[in-house]
């Protein structure tokens, strides 16, 4: 099992930047997946990011057409701290952000694929 703490959340304006940390502890795998969810009020909630690595050199990252070329996922530490670079925020980027895990490296995203979560944090971008 992966334990996960998500930290960098808070309140910014509009075309500000926020990075989200995700910090992993418990068992290694030889493939692994890190991603970044979010849920609005009154939302479903939608998959933002994803670093997916499966073994070697190179990892890959997938991202949500609503935050691709404003948002950058990167994983450093063996593996172990996901980041989330968010700039040129927008309102609509408010939400409770989630970090997850799951074994393996499949370009698969949906929420039930992941089996480790973070308590989320909270990200406000005002108007």
């Known amino acids: 099992q992966v334990q996960l703490v998500e930290s960098g959340g808070g309140l910014v304006q509009a075309g500000g930047s926020l990075r989200l940390s995700c910090a992993a502890s418990?068992?290694?795998?030889?493939?692994?997946?890190m991603a970044w969810f979010r849920q609005a009020p009154g939302k479903e909630r939608e998959f933002v990011a994803a670093?997916?690595?499966?073994?070697?050199?190179?990892?890959?990252?997938d991202y949500a057409d609503s935050v691709k070329g404003r948002f950058t996922i990167s994983m450093y530490g063996a593996k172990t701290t996901a980041y989330l670079q968010m700039n040129s925020l927008k309102p609509e980027d408010t939400a409770v952000y989630y970090c997850?895990?799951?074994?393996?490296?499949?370009?698969?995203?949906?929420?039930?694929?992941?089996?480790?979560w973070g308590q989320g944090t909270q990200v406000t971008v005002s108007s």
């Open positions: 997850a895990a799951k074994v393996g490296g499949t370009y698969s995203y949906a929420g039930a694929d992941f089996g480790s």
């Open positions: 670093i997916r690595w499966n073994g070697g050199s190179i990892y890959y990252a």
């Open positions: 418990g068992r290694t795998f030889s493939s692994y997946t």
